[in-house]
């Protein structure tokens, strides 16, 4: 089953990294990925832009309207993820302990993502 481990931060304090600080956290995190990568394990990863360049589809309107910055307003913001392809939750929770060890700070939410469109995968049982 696939996860998503997604990312979060408070973005003043990564913003304020400085880069030598930024290109070494990169760099443990580049080697996680690389080994989840070689087990065959990891589908996707991607860092995100800053939250100063989102914006939002609010669609509880008609007709729908966009807004800028990033849907919600919380402490940390979600600054990437990962998918990895897990057997169960256990092996996704070691996965991003992996990650949290090459970046303190934050959290990691780990979330199962449903492959087919199907009311049991998105109302389902939790894994």
Request: aromatic share 6%; proline share 6%; hydrophobic share 45%.
């Amino acid at each position: 089953m696939l996860y998503a481990v997604l990312c979060y931060h408070m973005e003043d304090v990564v913003g304020a990294w400085s880069p030598a600080h930024d290109e070494a956290v990169m760099a443990r995190l580049a080697a996680v990925r690389d080994d989840l990568a070689g087990q065959g394990r990891l589908s996707l990863s991607a860092r995100l832009l800053p939250t100063t360049t989102a914006v939002t589809l609010r669609k509880d309107r008609e007709p729908p309207l966009l807004v800028d910055g990033p849907f919600a307003e919380t402490k940390e913001q979600l600054l990437g993820f990962y998918l990895v392809d897990c057997a169960d939750l256990a092996e996704a929770a070691s996965a991003a302990r992996e990650l949290a060890a090459a970046n303190p700070g934050g959290c990691y939410e780990i979330r199962p993502v449903a492959t087919a469109w199907k009311s049991n995968d998105v109302h389902g049982a939790r894994p």
